[in-house]
Nanobody, 124 residues
C-alpha cells in the first residue's frame, strides 16, 4: 500500500492562502480515493474534502465549499488542497488519507492509510 507525507502547512493571517501537498510513495496511487481531514485541539477528526481516483469527482464539507479546492496529479503521485480565504476556525492539523476503493466516503474509518499531519494555524 502507499505511504503518505504531507507538507505545506504553516502560519497565515485570516484571509490568506496555503496549499497543502500529500506525496504518496508506492505503486498504484491512481487506485486510491484521496481525502483530507483535519483535527483541531480537543475536537474529533473531521472530513474536509475528497477526490475520486481519476480526479473527476470531488466533495467538500459545507464550511469549506468555495474556499478550498482538492486536486490530484496521478503522474506525480500527489494530491493537493488549495485553501483560500482562510479563517481562524480552519486552524487544525490537516491529514491526508487514502482509500483503496471505487466508492467515495467521508468517514475517517473508511480510509486505510494516513499521513502524519501538517499544522495549519490561521491568526485573526
Amino acid at each position: 500500500q502507499v505511504q503518505l507525507v504531507e507538507s505545506g502547512g504553516g502560519l497565515v493571517q485570516a484571509g490568506g492562502s496555503l496549499r497543502l501537498s500529500c506525496a504518496a510513495s508506492g505503486r498504484s496511487f491512481s487506485n486510491y480515493v484521496m481525502g483530507w481531514f483535519r483535527q483541531a485541539p480537543g475536537k474529533e477528526r473531521e472530513f474536509v474534502a475528497l477526490i475520486s481516483r481519476s480526479g473527476s469527482s470531488t466533495f467538500y464539507r459545507d464550511s469549506v465549499k468555495g474556499r478550498f479546492t482538492i486536486f490530484r496529479d496521478n503522474a506525480k503521485n500527489t494530491v493537493y488542497l488549495q485553501m483560500n480565504s482562510l479563517k481562524p476556525e480552519d486552524t487544525a492539523v490537516y491529514y491526508c488519507a487514502a482509500r483503496q476503493a471505487t466508492i467515495v466516503v467521508t468517514t475517517k474509518s473508511g480510509y486505510d492509510v494516513w499521513g502524519q499531519g501538517t499544522q495549519v494555524t490561521v491568526s485573526s
